[in-house]
């Protein structure tokens, strides 16, 4: 069974650092792995997905890396701002059981102090 | 147009009350699906609908009903819950009938469900 880890469980920085949020999961055997940012109360925000043949991805101030072989992606934020405030969600699709699945990690809550 | 949208957006329902949720997409999304969300904790799947039809069922009790009407609607029938069921139920979709095989999901806002 799939499980994915999220460390640390929470992170508060004050605005402008870099800051690296980890994701790890069991099973190597991954279709893709996706970011997600849930602000209080709200859905989740689909910020990058990785195909299970890429390496990284970039969005703006945001980039993710996938490290299959070792079950590692890492989300770099440069110069955070307080409005990066959120909780940041992994998840990994994969082909679980006769189908597929996506199993998520209990998140990081980041505060960005201004 | 990524919009995936939920109403409605708050619920107070009573035990022996039947109600719905609804979630309604226009991207052309063919995979479709219902999360169960409890304070704190990491979307659960419930279901999964690919090309209108239920691929996944995550051994949701009966007490909650998937419908899908057409591939832009999923509907969740709510009868007889429990004050456990009390969470922030999320619908997302997916390009493609192929469930989560390398496609970005989208989610909506939520339905935050109370049960009294």
């Known amino acids: 069974k799939q499980e994915v880890t999220q460390i640390p469980a929470a992170l508060s920085v004050p605005e402008g650092e870099n800051l690296v949020l980890n994701c790890s999961f069991t099973?190597?055997?991954?279709?893709?792995l996706q970011w997600f940012r849930q602000d209080p109360g709200k859905g989740l925000t689909s910020l990058l997905l990785?195909?299970?043949?890429?390496r990284e991805q970039t969005s703006g101030r945001l980039n993710a890396s996938l490290d299959k072989s070792s079950g590692r992606s890492t989300l770099y934020i440069a110069a955070s701002q307080p409005g990066d405030s959120a909780t940041y969600l992994c998840?990994?699709?994969?082909?679980?059981?006769?189908?597929?699945?996506?199993?998520f990690g209990k998140g990081t809550k980041l505060s960005v102090i201004p | 147009d990524t919009e995936v949208t939920q109403t409605p957006k708050h619920l107070v329902m009573g035990m022996t009350n039947k109600k719905s949720l609804k979630c309604e997409q226009h991207?052309?999304?063919?995979?479709m699906y219902w999360y169960k969300q409890k304070a704190k904790k990491p979307p659960e799947l419930m279901f999964v609908?690919?090309?209108?039809?239920?691929?996944i069922n995550e051994s949701v009790p009966s007490r909650f009903s998937p419908e899908c009407p057409n591939s832009s609607l999923l509907n969740l029938h709510l009868h007889a819950l429990q004050p456990e069921d009390s969470a922030l139920y999320l619908c997302?979709?997916?390009?493609?009938?192929?469930?989560?095989?390398?496609?970005?999901?989208?989610f909506g806002e939520g339905s935050w469900l109370t049960v009294v």
């Open positions: 609908y690919s090309y209108e039809k239920l691929s």
């Open positions: 991207m052309g999304h063919r995979a």
């Open positions: 998840a990994v699709s994969y082909s679980g059981a006769g189908s597929y699945q996506l199993t």
């Open positions: 099973d190597s055997a991954i279709y893709n």
């Open positions: 997302a979709s997916s390009r493609g009938g192929m469930v989560l095989s390398g496609n970005t999901i989208y």
């Open positions: 990785i195909q299970s043949s890429q």
